[in-house]
Each structure stands twice: as structure tokens, then as C-alpha cells.
């Protein structure tokens, strides 16, 4: 049952493709056909079936075929015939045609009987039965008729030929009587007379019937010219392949804007215009398969006096074939009904348009009378809003007025700034800020302008980031005053709003001084970095001291005095470390960090120190997770202890006996370490905060544990300096993963 199911899809994705779906699609009306026997169920049909027949394509999918074209239940000649043909096809796998089919109008605006010739084409592979037939149908009643119509005219012209012959043959018995009365002529002359008067007269009365009938076929033939140039219908009859004109009326010159110079010429010669439109396809159609092809209000485009305008007409083109079946011209009759298909189209728009029109009226009344309510509802709320507008107002002035007084209390600058034009409106505390004593308002390029060189650009950035995402905008920086040019340190505070029509067009904010506060901070960081200093030669003399007298101890076999010197050094060790993460936090807020970058392989580094760790921990197991040798350009000391500070927090943090697992991964020209502990884990509310200075986790379990808070603040510094990242996951009691990222 799969082996069939795949096989129909492979057959339909035939079906599907390009040629198939360009075949299927041209103007003449075809069907798909499934040879289920008895029911040939039809699976699909296209546009021009439907538009020829008048009939619905829901009503027509799924049917039987035999039931579409023949009456259910009736045995008829014409539905034998059909399934006659319908089996010769499967059994030859050869294509059936059936000339002529005998079925009843599927058009109720059509005659109630019409004859269609019906072709049928297997769908299969080489040594496959068919599965599909396409059933091509073209209505060939006008043919039919017209052929009755000249069966009928050869039949009377047949009956006048057997007339003639009989009179021939009269004449012709006639003569032998003569020949045998010629004695008896010579014995009566009178009788002869009498008899040669007779036979003049009835071969004059003939003649003069000839002569009449041939007379009437001329009149008929003029009458016929007639009718085909002043018939309002173009007509014209079109020889060979190649569409050469061979016979035109008036009407049809006229529409095309020609004269009988055209006679001769091919048809694409006479109108190239057509050749990118259909009608060129359906001819050679119509003169390959010999079938009649009409169509009602087709579009068409003719260039007339060098301007293509669009026509509609109806036409049909009829095969002319000679007396073995054999079609050599086509007969195209064409009527140009271009106003009336607008006409019909433009009513159709119109209608479609009156009718939305009414729509909405009826819903415009409904809203009227809604909006009238609503009104009078409004009208009392509006009274009630302006009152409480005005109080809102004076409150409002009443608020501002306090902002500004509290603004100046606090020697704040306000400043606001239009977002687009830059215009500059500040308070006059700001004005003494920037010491700026001008005739004329100060300039947003002013104030930039004073911003020192090192963070002019940033602040520049900073107030275009802010106006385009709309978020906050603090940025520190140095400026020379306008009256002095003495070097201040700044801090401006601001965002970008919404106005009352709800655009982002209010970018304001404050602005103070902070000269003081850096210089404090400057002076902090030099204390504690000259504190630090001179920390560090005592430890180191203090270190030497505690290594030489564990040395004596160990000679001596003092146990006690070994670990005592030994907890001494370890203390001393853990005290440089501390010392030496104040120097560095100095260094890094005085801007004095230095990196001395070289290239090295972050791999191998990151086993460097998980042997040195090992050593140093033996109750947890390090697992490392090596990638390939990947080489970094960075102050390989630098990155050692961020390294080092990353194994060391997970050995701390975690119970004894738990594994620590180091992970070396490259991604986008980015090479990433992780170290993940099985430790304590950190809250979800101290994950944003654990990178800053001097920050640490309060729990219970953390008072068990040393440290400053200075570890991982030096690791996002230096790696940040890196141009790299930095960062934490984590989930309380299962562990917790840091993850430092570096440009490859």
C-alpha cells in the first residue's frame, strides 16, 4: 500500500511540473482523469473548461466522468461510446480521439444539445499502465451545424445536377425519336413542325432555368460579398502555418487600422504585437488538431497609430479543411466589443461600489446616532474635565516651580535638548557651571565644543545612542570652563521622553559637578596603592623569614613548628594576594594598568594552572575539556590570573570531594572558557551585581568563607580591557558556571 501511495505522488509531482502545468493551462478546455475503473474520477480541470462550460469547479472535482458528460443511469450510444474509448485507452496506452460526442449543453444559456470532440491522452511511464488521463474537449457544435447546413446545400445542388441529367437524358431520347420519326417527318411536315416548335420550346423554358439558377448563384455569391464586408463582424481567412492572409473584410481592416496591402503577408507581419499574447499559440493549435476554438470578451492589444490600446472581443477560429480532413486555412471571425465589456466592468465596479456605499451609510447612521449620545455624555464630562484641567495646571506650575528651586538648591544644571534641531535650553546654574558669560544663549556645538578631546567623542555617542533607543543617558567627563579654562569633571544625567502627541521628542536632564568627588577618589586610590606598597616589603621579608625557619624546622624534625610555619606562609601568601588585588584595583581606577600583550596558546595556559591548582587542592578532582591549540593575542599574566581566580572561587565555594569541570571552546572567531563547580550556587538577584567591586553574596554559608570582593571585579576589568567578555550562570544548591570570552 506505501509502494502505491509513493508511486501516486511520484505521478502527480509529474503532473506538477512546468511543461505539464504550461499544457494544462493553455485556452482549451481539459480535465484530469484517475482510471479507477468504472468511475474515472476526475481530479482536476482547468480555468478554460470551467469557463466554457459555465460550471462551477467544486461541483466538478470528484465526479465520475462519465457521469458529467452522460446522464446517470441512461444507457446511451454516446455513453458506450465513451466507454469504449475510455478502455481502448487504458489497453493501448495510446491516445483515443472521439470526433464527434453527442451531449447535452452543460451552458444553460447555450443550446440544449451540443457536439463536442473529445481526446484522450494515458498519462504513464514507459512499461507502466496509466494512471492518469488528460481529456481534452472542444466544442465543435458551430462545425457540426455548419456542416449540416452544407450537407443540405450539396444535397439541393445534388438534386438540381439529377434534374439536368434528366433532362440530358430527355434530350437525349428525344433526338432518337427524332432520328426514327425523320420518315415520318418527311411524310408529315406539319406533324414535324408542329414537334420542332414543342421541343424549342421546352429547351428554351430549360435553358432559361439554367440560366435563371446560374443567374441566382451569382446573386448569391455578390450577396455573400456583401454580407461578409459590410457585416459589422471582422472576418478573415488565414492559409498555412504560417497564417497568411489570404482573404479580409472591411470591418476586420478597419479594427486593425490596415489595408488589403496586408493580403499575402503573415499574420505575426501584419501585428507583431500579438506575438507575446495568446493568440498566436491558439491558432497553431486550431491548425494542428483541426479543432474550432472560441472565446467571448478575450483582451487583446493592437498598436494603432503607434499607440497600443487594449481591445475585447469575441472570436471564434474555425479549421477549413480539404477533402481528406486535412485543415489548410482558418476562418477567424472576430466582433469588437470593447465597449460593452468596459461598459460591463466599469457597472460592475460601480455596483460593487454602491453597495460598499451603502454599507457604510447604514453603519454612518448607527455611529450618528451613537456619536449623539456619546455627545451629550462628553459635553457634561468635558465640563467636569476643564475644571479639573485648571486645577491640574496650577498644580502642575505649582510642581515646576518647586523642581526648579530644589534644582538650584541642589546646584544642579538642567539643560533640555531638541532631539532633531540640537536646540540648546539650559538654567542658569548651568550657565555658572560651565562659566559661561555670553551675550547670546550658549549653543549645543558650544558646549560640545569646551568637552576636553579624550571624551568628547563618547559623550557625542552616548546623547545619540540615548535620543535613538530612547534610555538613559550618564556619562562622566572632563570640560574646560568658558571664562578660565579651568578643567572640571562633569556628570550629566538624562533620557528621552514622550510630548502630550506621544513622539519622543523630549531629551532632558541635569548636569553637576563632580571635580571634587574625582579628586577624592584620586587621592583614595593613591593612598591605598602607596599603602599597599609598602605592605608589600615586610610580607616579603616576613615570607623569607617563615620558608627559612620551616626549613630548620623540618631538619629538626619540629612537626609542631612545620605546620605552624606552614599555616604562617599560607596566611602571608593569602595577605600578598589581597595586597596585590588593592594594588591592582589602584592601578585600574588610576587608569595605570598597563598590558603587555604577546601571543600565547590559551590552552595550554588554562593547563598551566589547573596543575598548579591541583597541587594545591587535592580534595577536588579538575576535569578539563581541552579544544584545539588555539593562539590569543593578550597580557598572558593578566589572563593567568583570571584564570586563576575562576578555579580557585570554584574550589572554594565547593563541598570537598566535588568535581570541577573546565571547558575550552572556539565560536565565530571567539575562544570561550568555562569553569563549573558543583558548589553553593548564587541567587538570581546576585547574578547582575557579582562583577562589582567589593560585592559579595550574603548568606550564612558566605560568612565561612574569606575574601574582599575583589577577585572576580579584577577578572571583568582585566578581561573587558581584552575587549572581551565575562559572565555567570547559576542555580542555588546544584552550582554555578563562569564563562570568560577573548577575540581569537
Not at 150 to 156: F, S, T
Amino acid at each position: 500500500m506505501l509502494t502505491f501511495a509513493i508511486a501516486q505522488q511520484s505521478r502527480m509531482d509529474k503532473l506538477k511540473n512546468s511543461f505539464f502545468q504550461a499544457y494544462f493551462r493553455m485556452p482549451v478546455p481539459r480535465l484530469v482523469v484517475r482510471t479507477n475503473f468504472p468511475e474515472y474520477t476526475i481530479m482536476e480541470v482547468n480555468n478554460s473548461y470551467l469557463e466554457t462550460t459555465g460550471a462551477l469547479k467544486e461541483n466538478i472535482l470528484n465526479q465520475s466522468l462519465i457521469n458529467l458528460f452522460c446522464n446517470p443511469g441512461e444507457v446511451t450510444p454516446e455513453r458506450i461510446k465513451l466507454e469504449e474509448a475510455l478502455t481502448n485507452s487504458l489497453q493501448t496506452n495510446e491516445q483515443i480521439n472521439i470526433e464527434e460526442f453527442e451531449i447535452s449543453s452543460l451552458n444553460d444559456e447555450a443550446d440544449p444539445v451540443a457536439w463536442w470532440q473529445v481526446e484522450l491522452m494515458p498519462v504513464a511511464e514507459e512499461a507502466e499502465q496509466p494512471a492518469y488521463l488528460i481529456v481534452t474537449t472542444r466544442n465543435i457544435t458551430r462545425h457540426i451545424l455548419s456542416q449540416k447546413e452544407l450537407h443540405d446545400a450539396h444535397h439541393r445542388e445534388q438534386t438540381l445536377h439529377e434534374e439536368l441529367a434528366a433532362t440530358n437524358e430527355e434530350l437525349f431520347a428525344t433526338n432518337e425519336e427524332l432520328s426514327k420519326t425523320v420518315e415520318s417527318l418527311k411524310e408529315s411536315q406539319e406533324s414535324l413542325v408542329t414537334l420542332n416548335k414543342e421541343l424549342e420550346q421546352r429547351v428554351m423554358r430549360r435553358a432559361a432555368e439554367l440560366f435563371k439558377v446560374q443567374t441566382d448563384l451569382i446573386a448569391q455569391h455578390q450577396l455573400l460579398d456583401t454580407i461578409v464586408n459590410e457585416v459589422p463582424a471582422g472576418i478573415c481567412v488565414m492559409e498555412g502555418p504560417e497564417m497568411k492572409m489570404k482573404t479580409i473584410n472591411n470591418a476586420l481592416l478597419e479594427l486593425w487600422n490596415r489595408d488589403e496591402s496586408i493580403i499575402g503577408l503573415p499574420l505575426l507581419e501584419i501585428l507583431p504585437e500579438i506575438k507575446t499574447q495568446a493568440f498566436p499559440e491558439i491558432l497553431a493549435e486550431v491548425y494542428r488538431t483541426g479543432i474550432a476554438y472560441s472565446r467571448f470578451e478575450a483582451e487583446a492589444e493592437l498598436v494603432i497609430d503607434g499607440v497600443k490600446q487594449k481591445f475585447y472581443r469575441d472570436y471564434s477560429y474555425t479549421p477549413i479543411k480539404d477533402a481528406e480532413g486535412n485543415t489548410h486555412s482558418i476562418l477567424s471571425l472576430s466582433i469588437d466589443v470593447t465597449e460593452r465589456a468596459i461598459a460591463r466592468l466599469r457597472e460592475q465596479e460601480l455596483m460593487e461600489e454602491q453597495s460598499a456605499i451603502n454599507e457604510e451609510l447604514a453603519a454612518a447612521n448607527e455611529e450618528l446616532a451613537t456619536t449623539n449620545e456619546e455627545l451629550a455624555a462628553t459635553n457634561e464630562e468635558l465640563n467636569e474635565s476643564r475644571d479639573h484641567l485648571q486645577q491640574l495646571i496650577r498644580e502642575k506650575e505649582s510642581a515646576e516651580a518647586k523642581l526648579e528651586l530644589a534644582i538650584e538648591a541642589a546646584g544642579l544644571g538642567s539643560w533640555h535638548i531638541d532631539p532633531i534641531t540640537k536646540d540648546l535650553h539650559y538654567n542658569a546654574v548651568l550657565a555658572r557651571l560651565y562659566g559661561y558669560e555670553g551675550q547670546t544663549p550658549m549653543t549645543y556645538d558650544q558646549a560640545i565644543g569646551q568637552i576636553t578631546e579624550e571624551h568628547r567623542e563618547l559623550v557625542v555617542k552616548d546623547i545619540e545612542q540615548a535620543i535613538k533607543d530612547g534610555g538613559l543617558y550618564d556619562v562622566s567627563f572632563t570640560q574646560n570652563r568658558f571664562d578660565n579654562g579651568e578643567v572640571i569633571w562633569l556628570r550629566s544625567v538624562g533620557r528621552i521622553s514622550k510630548d502630550e502627541l506621544g513622539k519622543y521628542t523630549i531629551f532632558s536632564g541635569v548636569v553637576m559637578d563632580i571635580t571634587e568627588q574625582k579628586k577624592d577618589e584620586q587621592r583614595k586610590n593613591d593612598f591605598i596603592g602607596m599603602v599597599s606598597h609598602e605592605l608589600k616589603t615586610p610580607l616579603t621579608s616576613l615570607n623569607a623569614y617563615a620558608q627559612v625557619l620551616q626549613a630548620k624546622a623540618v631538619k629538626n624534625e619540629d612537626t609542631f613548628g612545620v605546620s605552624a610555619l606552614g599555616k604562617v606562609t599560607d596566611q602571608v601568601k593569602k595577605m600578598t594576594t589581597l595586597i596585590n588585588g588593592f594594588l591592582n584595583i589602584s592601578r585600574l581606577e588610576s587608569g595605570k594598568i598597563q598590558l603587555n600583550k604577546q601571543h600565547f596558546n590559551l590552552d595550554q595556559l588554562v593547563k598551566e594552572y589547573i596543575e598548579d591548582a591541583q597541587i594545591l587542592s587535592t580534595h577536588h578532582k579538575i576535569i578539563f575539556e581541552p579544544c584545539a591549540p588555539v593562539k590569543v593575542f593578550a597580557d598572558k599574566d593578566k589572563i593567568g590570573s583570571v584564570i586563576s581566580n575562576l578555579i580557585s572561587n570554584a574550589i572554594k565555594y565547593s563541598p570537598s570531594g566535588a568535581d570541577i569541570e573546565i571547558l575550552c571552546d572556539i565560536k565565530d572567531d571567539v575562544a570561550q572558557i568555562s569553569v563549573k563547580d558543583h558548589g553553593m550556587g548564587v541567587p538570581a538577584k546576585d547574578l547582575p551585581r557579582l562583577f562589582d567591586r567589593f560585592y559579595r553574596v550574603e548568606s550564612e554559608a558566605m560568612h565561612l568563607i574569606s575574601g574582599f570582593g575583589i577577585g572576580l571585579y579584577l577578572s571583568a576589568e582585566i578581561v573587558q580591557h581584552h575587549n572581551g567578555k565575562i559572565w555567570a550562570e547559576s542555580e542555588p544548591g546544584k552550582g554555578s558556571v563562569f564563562h570568560f570570552s577573548l577575540p581569537v
